[in-house]
Each structure stands twice: as structure tokens, then as C-alpha cells.
């Protein structure tokens, strides 16, 4: 379900994400040399959209729950536009770090989903 509104900035009102990759990493060290990360970044159609921080924590959890489908070491997820882009994408970066050291996708380290 998406949140209608006006267009965002760069014209796109579809709130559907926007896929840079795959591509090879470079200066992250906790993907190493020879890693290959798809990273995705998701515009919701309002800068305060209610479902967009839910949208990217839920589109990395189940791009990276399905890595027995891909061949990517990590899908990095960002919110961009958005009215609390800031403290998402920090818990976000924190998540794909913890993810590579531990192979989970939940917000604690642990097996379960957050709510």
C-alpha cells in the first residue's frame, strides 16, 4: 500500500524504489574485497509518508531474508525524501553491518523481526 501525494523533487510520484547495482564494493571493509552488494533506494511519494520508514526496515528484511535467491552479500536499503530519512538510514546501515557479521536481518541481532 502506498501513500498518495504530490510528486517528489526528482518527478517520480510512484513511490516505487529506485535500484542502483549490482556493484562491486569498495571501501567497506565488512563486505570485503570481493563482495557484491545491490543497493536500493526507496522514495515514498511524501516527504511524510506514514509507511515509508515500515517500506525500507521491510524491504531489507525481505531482500535480505531471501538470500538464498540473489547473489548479492548484502542489499543496502536507504530512504531518501523523507521526514525521518536521517535516523532511518543510520538504523538501516547499522542493520546491513550487523547482517554481514551475522547472517540476521532483525533489528537486534536476534531471530525475529522487530514489530
Known amino acids: 500500500m502506498g501513500c498518495d501525494g504530490p510528486e517528489t523533487a526528482d518527478g517520480d510520484a510512484s513511490g516505487t524504489p529506485e535500484v542502483d547495482g549490482p556493484e562491486t564494493t569498495g571501501p567497506d571493509p565488512a ?3 570481493d563482495g557484491v ?3 536500493l533506494e526507496f522514495t515514498p ?3 511524510f509518508c506514514p509507511q515509508g520508514e515500515s517500506l525500507a526496515r521491510g524491504a531489507f528484511a525481505a531482500l535480505n531474508g531471501l538470500d538464498d535467491r540473489h547473489d548479492y552479500a548484502v542489499v543496502r536499503v536507504r530512504l531518501r525524501n523523507h521526514q525521518a530519512a536521517d535516523p532511518v538510514n543510520d538504523d538501516l546501515r547499522e542493520r546491513a553491518g ?3 557479521e551475522t547472517g540476521t536481518t532483525s533489528g537486534d541481532g536476534g531471530d525475529a523481526e522487530e514489530p
Open 31 to 33: 563486505v570485503g574485497a
Open 37 to 39: 552488494e545491490l543497493r
Open 45 to 47: 511519494t511524501t516527504p
Open 98 to 100: 550487523r547482517y554481514l
